[in-house]
């Protein structure tokens, strides 16, 4: 088979045309740094051959040979850090051809269909997303990567799978989604292509070079050259991207439309554990090991409360996709443990501070004692707040402790302004950004810069005073319920942990915080107590 493929089935203009666009930017910028030099080798050619004798022209050719010479030296140092620098790679799972015959046996058999080179390797991203990524720069076989077939001069690129995908998608679903990446290896084997894009990456890396102290002044050129061929590369990418769907039509075209409706929906899964369920774990230290295992819990669940999503589960009495590794549960982990790093910042491998926890351990081990550090938080900013300590009255057993009642009397608010939240609101919000620094001090000597930073795609926005509040103030509402009215913690797969009162879920607590805590109004989570058999008065055991 050819190996390369046609880049020009469809879309005007072809990706190759762009291709050379953006390689006459870089052929014009050498240009423009060897024009000096030109006009100095004439200027000494006409003085030694006698046709420029006599003042200026010693002096003007002298010039021009010292700002050639400069012009050379600084053209040169650019170019080899837009050579040198190595481009962004994304952190990945390595998946070896031992630990996913099956999986590379598919992607080969796609190849072959396509008449397009096969991948060089597959990795793993814990994203809803498949792209190819090129890993053949000589920066990645100096750096940290792992020496392989991907890193050899002319390799394939690797192919990059999102990890949900695996665990929710069916087998012939996963291989209707990655036909049209993988096709995309036939554009990407083209000379011009290839080069082009080797440019892009270099200009790019050469941007990030540039933040470095004492190469400050590589960074505006690099920009400019990217400005000057932005537009072309960015064609260029559209050209391939039609070229490699134009040649996967003929694979599975029909369940395609199908599977993309699962990609959609895995997105919305995957965000929702992520944000609900994944993110109070990694606050607390922890991190669930086996997330992709979870998405599918939360895709099950949400299927059963939309009806739009209804059919679905129908699909998984079909093989998973995740048949095709070898030891799901150990790339489950690892994709989980680079999830939590990306997303949050946490460290690359495990540690004291930095334990594992599995699903059916998470309401004890993440939401008790994450309610339980809110509500001891929240006794720290009423002490540092009040004027006079209120009193703690000791029951008829002896015991003292934080009363849920001292929160309901601070808060409770005649006026109906919700004033008197205001300022345990800010003390809270303060505490917990001191928490957050002294908890990123160690780390942060040693921060990544630029690519390697983390983490790279934060979930969610820090929280406004008001939310933190309300939501100390619902962890200690479920503290007192816990001790003195038998709920317990509970975890929801689509809205995280969750309180339950007799095996069943209350999702009707949060307007009645809100109350309380924007209003100054205590009598709606009054009657909710009452209701429910908790007992504001007791003692409630902290962290």
Not at 310 to 335: I, K
Request: charged share 20%; proline share 8%; aromatic share 4%.
């Amino acid at each position: 088979m050819s190996g390369t493929g046609s880049i020009v089935e469809t879309g005007v203009p072809s990706a190759r045309s762009r291709a050379l666009a953006v390689l006459r930017v870089r052929s014009r910028a050498l240009a423009a740094g060897l024009l000096p030099a030109a006009l100095a080798v004439v200027l000494v050619a006409a003085r030694m051959t006698g046709r420029l004798a006599g003042d200026p022209w010693p002096a003007v050719t002298l010039a021009v040979c010292a700002v050639a010479a400069l012009v050379l030296l600084v053209g040169g140092v650019f170019a080899a850090v837009v050579l040198r620098a190595g481009p962004a790679v994304t952190p990945t799972v390595a998946l070896s051809e031992a630990a996913a015959p099956d999986l590379y046996r598919l992607v080969r058999d796609l190849a072959e269909r396509m008449d397009v080179p096969s991948p060089s390797a597959i990795a793993l991203t814990p994203d809803c997303d498949s792209w190819l990524e090129d890993r053949t720069h000589a920066a990645h076989r100096r750096g940290a990567l792992p020496a392989g077939p991907e890193s050899e001069p002319g390799a394939a690129p690797v192919l990059v799978i999102g990890s949900p995908f695996l665990w929710w998608m069916r087998v012939a679903e996963l291989r209707a989604v990655l036909a049209p990446v993988v096709a995309g290896t036939g554009p990407s084997a083209h000379p011009d292509i290839a080069d082009a894009r080797g440019f892009v990456r270099g200009l790019d890396a050469a941007v990030d070079v540039g933040s470095r102290r004492g190469l400050g002044w590589i960074a505006p050129p690099a920009r400019f050259l990217l400005r000057l061929c932005r537009v072309d590369a960015t064609e260029m990418e559209r050209g391939v991207a039609a070229a490699a769907s134009d040649r996967a039509q003929g694979v599975d075209y029909g369940l395609r439309i199908a599977a993309q409706e699962q990609v959609g929906l895995a997105y919305a899964g995957w965000d929702r554990l992520l944000t609900r369920v994944a993110l109070p774990a990694w606050r607390m230290g922890r991190w669930p090991v086996h997330l992709d295992a979870g998405v599918v819990s939360a895709l099950t669940e949400l299927s059963r409360r939309d009806r739009l999503a209804d059919g679905f589960t129908s699909r998984l009495g079909e093989r998973p996709a995740c048949d095709l590794l070898e030891q799901p549960g150990a790339v489950d982990e690892a994709a989980s443990l680079l999830a939590a790093r990306l997303f949050h910042g946490g460290p690359a491998e495990p540690g004291p501070d930095w334990s594992p926890v599995d699903w059916a351990a998470y309401p004890e081990e993440v939401v008790d004692r994450t309610w339980r550090a809110e509500a001891a938080r929240l006794h720290a900013a009423l002490d540092a707040v009040a004027t006079a300590p209120a009193p703690l009255s000791p029951p008829a057993d002896g015991f003292a402790g934080p009363t849920l009642e001292r929160v309901l009397g601070h808060l409770s608010d005649p006026a109906g302004d919700g004033l008197a939240g205001e300022a345990l609101a800010g003390r809270l919000s303060g505490d917990l950004a001191r928490e957050e620094r002294a908890a990123g001090a160690g780390a942060g000597a040693g921060k990544a810069r630029g690519a390697d930073a983390v983490p790279l795609f934060p979930l969610q926005p820090p929280r406004s005073a008001r939310d933190l509040l309300a939501d100390h103030v619902t962890a200690m509402v479920c503290c007192a319920a816990v001790d003195s009215a038998g709920a317990a913690p509970g975890l929801d797969w689509l809205d995280g942990p969750v309180l339950l009162i007799g095996g069943e879920r209350r999702a009707d607590l949060a307007p009645r915080v809100l109350c309380l805590v924007e209003d100054g109004d205590p009598e709606p989570l009054r009657e909710w107590l009452s209701e429910v058999g908790v007992r504001p008065e007791k003692p409630v055991r902290l962290v």
